[in-house]
């Protein structure tokens, strides 16, 4: 006892406060968040936040893409035309290329009117260019590649196949295809767009082409 008060005397002599058993705190039974000063709500506020993104990764929002765009919208063009289109170039011309029937106005004009009789029709590269496949098989099976930077336009007329299975490759100017005439002139036709404006019309035909709009301005089916 003499021993204990004397303990006492000294470390209230030195500015102690009295030794007494050893005191834990702030730790009890239980999550070690209150342990370490931390907000025990900050686990699921986080684990929210990751929800949240994760979410966002499937509707576009975690992607940087508005999520009110649809995929339709991101990868197959628009399906009309809102006055975005830029105006078509002017080509320069030039003397009529051999592979023209006939050329005005800076525009070459391809007529193949017999069965058969166009397999594939490259037009020139500075004339905006006007196909015409008229008849029976006119241009069965044929690629046409358009003009890189100029219009290009398709006329498939009177004639069962005058454009069966037929590519129509645009380039960047505006593109169309017309189907018109019964017996299904545009049966397995496609039209695959550039970034131009591209339309499709068609009068008495069925079926119509299939159209790819891509990356076109505009882009208008039958």
């Known amino acids: 006892m003499k021993f204990r008060m004397g303990s006492i005397i000294i470390a209230a002599m030195l500015g102690c406060g009295p030794v007494g058993p050893e005191v834990t705190t702030g730790v009890s039974g239980g999550s070690g968040a209150s342990s370490t000063g931390q907000d025990p709500t900050a686990t699921g506020q986080a684990t929210g936040a990751v929800s949240a993104t994760q979410a966002g990764s499937a509707d576009g929002s975690g992607t940087g893409l508005d999520p009110d765009t649809t995929a339709g919208e991101v990868t197959g063009g628009s399906d009309a035309t809102d006055g975005s289109c830029p105006a078509p170039l002017e080509p320069p011309g030039g003397p009529c290329p051999r592979d023209c029937t006939s050329c005005s106005d800076n525009v070459c004009n391809i007529v193949c009117d017999n069965p058969d009789q166009c397999s594939t029709i490259e037009c020139p590269p500075d004339f905006a260019c006007n196909v015409i496949c008229e008849g029976v098989d006119a241009c069965d099976g044929a690629i046409i590649t358009c003009p890189p930077d100029y219009a290009c336009s398709v006329h498939c007329l ?65």
């Open 158 to 222: 009177a004639g069962n196949d005058a454009c069966g299975d037929v590519d129509i490759d645009c380039g960047a100017g505006p593109c169309s295809v017309e189907c018109d005439g019964p017996d299904g002139p545009c049966t397995g036709t496609d039209l695959n767009c550039g970034a131009g404006e591209c339309t499709a019309t068609c009068g008495v035909s069925d079926p119509p082409p299939t159209v790819s709009c891509g990356d076109a301005c505009g882009c208008a089916q039958c």
